[in-house]
């Protein structure tokens, strides 16, 4: 690598470069809501062409950026400190190649530069406001042909400062003291303390942002010092104009070029999760296309999206060429009840050999459930259907359940749970289906609006199911692990062979032939089977080893188990993402509430206590992660909204009052005093540059499913509801950041 880093550079070339004004006023640059977050090197990739050491760059960023600051990722702070790396010769820089390009102000020659834009906007955005919006900038050139006073211009270039007009005084400003000069004075509401992202240590770097207009308001000039002051003012509305449909289709082209790459690496997996990757149904068509017809994927995840019924309608087609997907999950999206009749109108003509389909949270309604029970007439692979957290009513529970009792021998598990229409009168239904069912042997309906005695009728028939309990028992193959190589299938023989007969003894080797330390035995009914799990479950061998037995399960059942299990422990965990928010102004609504906070991640929830219509002043907040409720704790508590300082706290329950006292500001928690599983970073679409209005999406909910599987669970427990998706999207002006 032919390294020309400057690590102590004699002068910081960005503070004083100048390239000049844009004559005329193009379109804005500001189009991203098809544009996802990528890794840095991802972000880099398109710009070889124009800065061929970029990819040496990054790997100098990333070695340097290990431990980023302001709760930013390597990938980031990474953004901002490439931004500020000085190259030989200063050409080369890419902060010099990358400003040149913003110069242009052309939109289709920054079609390369979108990953790094909506990369380093978004990091930029993470930054805290500044309370100082006097900054400074000085050129070693006589400029006052160009800036008069009054004039109106407008820079689209990063412009590097410094808030202190002291730290002129260094050298390697490259501000000399002699000579002819300009020092400009810059109002802005619009820049960001970058100090702890550059790559060298400078107290006072400031980086103001693109796309600002400004006003001379003040020129003085002595012997040969020029001193301009500049004021930002607001564009006006012909100025905010988008970019042109060409733009949007080269944009859309080269997100898919990319987004096609990152999809073929999972060509040859038979499991692809693309859970949380804000996919709409523009990217329906490259899923289908890699994950579904090459017939290899066999688990597909596609959970909380934005794929509405059109994206669907692709999925739907793409499975009439497959026959291996057996695992298809879709909770938290918007296909409603039009996506479900494009989906069954496949399923049921058994062009697919699907065993699960998840459908929670997706605004599906009796029409949704009909559709359903359609297919499941004809469907004869089908045997886990999740609908929890829908629109589903006692109409839609009767249609399912007079197929499933008469006309549908597959289905062996049904989640309806979180349906807040079904009521007391789907108790008849249901009992009718299980007295007549062979093949049901799970159920789910808790968290639904049955009464005390509704959830009594259904409990004490759960009970005396003899038929339910005889098919979730029946079960006589048994997965066994943790022996040592000296076992062999004779001694695991014996073993078993005290608890009834064995049909079959296997365990796995490698090539050489030496025991994995796991097998399976297989016995010849099921009650023997279950005395050899209750009895050497925990059975301790010679060696000290103990043996692990249990129900052996298929892959897809054992990865069913398991994300319930993860869904139950998230939902556990959100209880305590709750924010209690006191000194609320009468004016803050719920919807005004996710806005406010909305910037520090994903809100999943917003309440408002009220007496009658009056609000109380106080609510909660809830969000999607421990780190984003720290976080917007650290931040808002003590802020000024409105009318009146809010007061922001931890709550301890949503669903209970907590003191309407306003508390004084609270420290400062350390997010390192509070635990949580580890997360991994997904892509996020449609966030704006942080210098414009944010538009918001809908807020998604998270999942709650059972944490052990049961045959029917009606306990009630506290979950988000449903909301439907809006009919349009809500665009705020009362916050300068967004969310990632």
């Not at 270039?157 to 400009?184: M, P, Q, W, Y």
């Not at 289906?433 to 808790?446: A, D, G, I, K, V």
């Not at 009658?612 to 917007?632: D, M, P, R, W």
């Amino acid at each position: 690598m032919d390294l020309k880093l400057i690590c102590q550079p004699k002068f910081h070339f960005r503070f004083f470069n100048f390239s000049g004004e844009p004559k005329a006023i193009a379109p804005s640059i500001h189009d991203y809501e098809h544009i996802p977050i990528v890794t840095l090197e991802e972000a880099v990739e398109p710009l070889v062409i124009f800065i061929p050491q970029v990819q040496d760059m990054v790997k100098l960023v990333k070695e340097k950026c290990q431990q980023p600051k302001d709760n930013l990722s390597i990938d980031e702070s990474g953004s901002i400190m490439l931004y500020t790396m000085e190259w030989l010769p200063k050409e080369d820089s890419f902060h010099y190649i990358f400003n040149r390009k913003l110069h242009l102000n052309d939109p289709n020659e920054l079609i390369p530069w979108y990953f790094y834009l909506k990369l380093i906007s978004t990091s930029l955005s993470k930054l805290p406001k500044l309370s100082r919006r006097i900054f400074y900038r000085g050129i070693n050139l006589d400029l006052k042909n160009e800036y008069f006073l009054n004039r109106k211009l407008f820079w689209y270039e990063f412009l590097s400062c410094l808030s202190s007009i002291n730290a002129f005084d260094k050298k390697e400003f490259g501000f000399v003291h002699t000579g002819i000069r300009t020092l400009f004075i810059i109002h802005s509401n619009h820049a960001k303390n970058i100090s702890q992202h550059s790559f060298y240590k400078i107290e006072h770097e400031i980086l103001l942002l693109p796309g600002q207009r400004f006003q001379i308001v003040s020129y003085k000039s002595r012997d040969e010092l020029h001193v301009i002051t500049l004021k930002e003012i607001s564009y006006p509305d012909s100025i905010e104009t988008s970019l042109s449909t060409v733009t949007r289709n080269e944009n859309l082209k080269l997100f898919n070029l990319l987004f096609r790459k990152r999809i073929k690496y999972y060509e040859n997996y038979y499991e692809i999760n693309l859970r949380n990757q804000n996919l709409t149904d523009t990217h329906m068509n490259i899923i289908t296309e890699q994950a579904i017809k090459n017939k290899k994927c066999i688990w597909l995840s596609l959970q909380n999206n934005q794929i509405t019924s059109q994206g669907l309608c692709i999925i739907a087609d793409g499975l009439k060429e497959n026959d291996s997907l057996e695992s298809l999950y879709l909770s938290q999206n918007f296909v409603t009840n039009v996506g479900v009749k494009y989906l069954t109108e496949i399923l049921s003509n058994n062009y697919s050999n699907l065993t699960l389909l998840c459908l929670d949270h997706n605004g599906i309604k009796d029409e949704g459930a009909h559709y359903l029970a359609d297919m499941l007439k004809e469907n004869r692979t089908l045997t886990d259907l999740w609908l929890s957290y829908n629109d589903i009513s006692d109409y839609g529970v009767q249609s399912l359940a007079n197929v499933l009792r008469s006309d549908n021998e597959t289905l062996m598990q049904l989640y309806l749970n979180g349906n807040k229409l079904i009521s007391d009168y789907s108790s008849n239904f249901l009992v009718s289906m299980f007295e007549s069912n062979r093949t049901l042997n799970t159920f789910w309906l808790q968290d639904c609006c049955l009464s005390q005695e509704g959830k009594i009728k259904m409990s004490s028939y759960s009970y005396d199911n003899s038929a339910m309990d005889q098919r979730r028992s029946n079960f006589t193959n048994l997965y066994v692990k943790n022996f040592g190589k000296d076992m062999n299938e004779t001694k695991l023989c014996q073993l078993f062979g005290t608890y009834g007969t064995i049909t079959s003894c296997k365990i796995q080797t490698d090539n050489n032939g030496q025991s994995k330390g796991f097998g399976f035995v297989n016995f010849e009914r099921p009650e023997m089977a279950q005395h050899a799990m209750m009895n050497l479950n925990g059975y301790v061998l010679h060696d000290g080893k103990q043996l692990y037995v249990g129900r052996f399960q298929k892959k897809s059942e054992r990865q069913n188990e398991l994300l319930r299990i993860r869904e139950e422990n998230q939902h556990k965990q959100s209880n305590n993402l709750s924010l209690f928010v006191s000194n609320l102004d009468p004016l803050i609504d719920e919807q005004l509430l996710e806005v406010i906070f909305t910037k520090f991640g994903r809100v999943t929830k917003t309440h408002i206590l009220r007496n009658g219509n009056q609000s109380k002043g106080v609510g909660f907040v809830c969000f999607n992660t421990i780190e984003e409720a720290t976080k917007a704790l650290n931040e808002m508590n003590g802020k000024w909204i409105l009318s009146k300082p809010i007061y922001v706290k931890l709550s301890t329950n949503m669903n209970s009052e907590q003191s309407i006292t306003p508390s004084p500001p609270t420290p400062s928690i350390s997010s390192a005093t509070i635990t949580s599983p580890p997360t991994i970073r997904m892509p996020y679409f449609n966030t704006p540059m942080m210098f414009y209005l944010p538009t918001l999406m809908a807020p998604t909910q998270s999942n709650n499913y059972p944490l052990s599987i049961d045959p029917l669970n009606l306990q009630t427990q506290s979950t988000k509801e449903y909301s439907p998706p809006p009919s349009s999207m809500l665009t705020s002006s009362s916050t300068t950041n967004t969310k990632q």
